[in-house]
């Protein structure tokens, strides 16, 4: 009986626990999302060419509020509560919450292509870090309910609370994830968002999906989708990595690198119109219902968003993949003459499941969004996407904990950043067949030569 009161106590303490995070979460995303969209409505009112302006100096606003006053919330929001999970036993510093929040609606607002739901998991994550030392908890209950924190706050941005909930136990590693944050982390999703909406949050409203039944020539179809949608996730991430790169290594001040990154937006923006802009929504939208779309946009997407986030801009990085995904499933249908009602969709969670090694909470927001139909459609696609991207993430604290074939060998769990793999031949059937060969050839020999003696 003394394992049953235990295992008792820690329900009913956890269920108060994710409660409790849920909805102190739920009503900050609420209050995030409206200001933001308050935000980008007063800037569309504005003519057309103060965005010249307003760009640079958002961008300069943003990057000196964070050097000043909180560097934790630098970058795409859930990076930094992955590295803060894995290195600082899930401890953030309560200042990120209000700079975050500001300088990712001013960094959205002027045009910068960036994402929403990482300010949102990165407030979550700070309000739960709080709520925790606040209650006296240990660092192993902290990092669980900065967990519950990630969760809610991705549940509460897009409607999907059981994907929310899975995707913040399966993004901090790679082949692993805490089962024991399981149940807390499903809560704090389920009552995030419906807080969020009862607070007026409104969700995408999509149309049902028309699912054809999954055939041999389907399959196949989909077995060539996700490997291109993980080339588009390979492709992301390094382009990613690349302005990242090239803006550390810039001899150049703070000010300097915004104003170097948003006039490079503004010339884009000249020639390619301000469709990569900001969140994107309305091609996104577009995507989903199947209408056309700009055959390289989730190209553009990509370095728009790399050169934002890179140069001092502050937001997510999910809602910019989701882009990326959509537009490039509609490319995907357009090249082999498939349904883009169908492969857009696809895209949307493929690339998703790619560039943050989460096949299983990609799916899920596949059947949450676009109905159960889809639902062995979007597993193949993304567990497909997944495994051709390889070893690397948007999000480079995540830890490689398991890799995604036998013939990769890893020496040891450390971040994808610094994680180190080599090859292991051996581990294909094909290799060890080789290797075995005179072995085989011996005993197939001692074996027909005593079939002849008798």
């Avoid at 409790?20 to 979460?25: I, M, N, Y």
């Avoid at 006053?69 to 795409?76: I, S, V």
């Avoid at 001899?251 to 006039?263: M, T």
């Amino acid at each position: 009986m003394k394992e049953e009161f235990i295992l008792t106590y820690a329900l009913i303490k956890w269920l108060i626990m994710a409660v409790l995070s849920g909805a102190l979460v739920g009503a900050m995303t609420a209050f995030f999302i409206d200001n933001l969209e308050f935000a980008i409505d007063f800037v569309k009112n504005l003519p057309v060419h103060s965005l010249y302006l307003l760009l640079p100096l958002g961008i300069i606003v943003t990057t000196l509020s964070i050097r000043y006053f909180a560097p934790e919330a630098r970058g795409h929001g859930t990076e930094k509560v992955i590295e803060a999970i894995h290195k600082r036993a899930g401890r953030i510093d309560i200042k990120v919450i209000p700079v975050k929040l500001v300088t990712t609606i001013i960094t959205l607002a002027v045009g910068g292509s960036a994402g929403k739901e990482g300010p949102a998991a990165q407030i979550g994550a700070g309000l739960t870090s709080s709520l925790a030392d606040f209650m006296g908890f240990n660092e192993t209950d902290r990092k669980k309910l900065v967990i519950c924190g990630i969760s809610a706050g991705f549940s509460a941005v897009f409607g999907t609370p059981i994907a929310g909930a899975v995707f913040g136990l399966e993004v901090l590693y790679i082949g692993k994830m805490y089962y024991d944050v399981m149940l807390p982390s499903f809560i704090s999703g389920v009552v995030s968002y419906h807080v969020a909406e009862k607070l007026g949050m409104t969700y995408y409203s999509l149309p049902e999906t028309i699912i054809p039944s999954l055939s041999a020539p389907s399959f196949m179809w989909l077995i060539l989708a996700g490997v291109f949608f993980g080339m588009i996730s390979f492709m992301h991430i390094e382009i990613l990595r690349f302005f990242e790169f090239l803006f550390k290594r810039m001899k150049a001040g703070l000010v300097s690198k915004a104003l170097v990154g948003s006039v490079t937006i503004l010339g884009l923006t000249l020639f390619l119109g301000n469709r990569y802009l900001g969140l994107g929504g309305e091609t996104i939208d577009a995507a989903l219902t199947g209408n056309a779309v700009p055959f390289w946009s989730f190209f553009w997407k990509s370095i728009f968003t790399s050169i934002t986030l890179s140069c001092g801009g502050s937001g997510g990085i999910v809602t910019p993949v989701f882009f990326i995904g959509a537009t490039s499933g509609i490319t995907f249908a357009s090249i082999f003459g498939l349904n883009p009602l169908l492969y857009g969709p696809l895209g949307f969670v493929s690339v998703l499941s790619g560039c943050a090694n989460t096949p299983i909470a990609a799916t899920i927001m596949a059947i949450e969004l676009f109905g159960g139909k889809i639902a062995a459609m979007a597993a193949i696609s993304c567990i497909t996407s997944f495994f051709v991207c390889g070893h690397r993430s948007v999000y480079p604290s995540q830890v490689l904990a398991r890799p995604k074939s036998p013939v990769i060998e890893l020496t040891g769990e450390d971040p994808v950043e610094c994680s180190s793999s080599r090859p292991n031949l051996i581990g294909l059937r094909f290799f060890q067949i080789i290797r075995d060969f005179p072995e085989i050839v011996q005993r197939l020999k001692n074996e027909w030569e005593g079939k002849k003696k008798t």
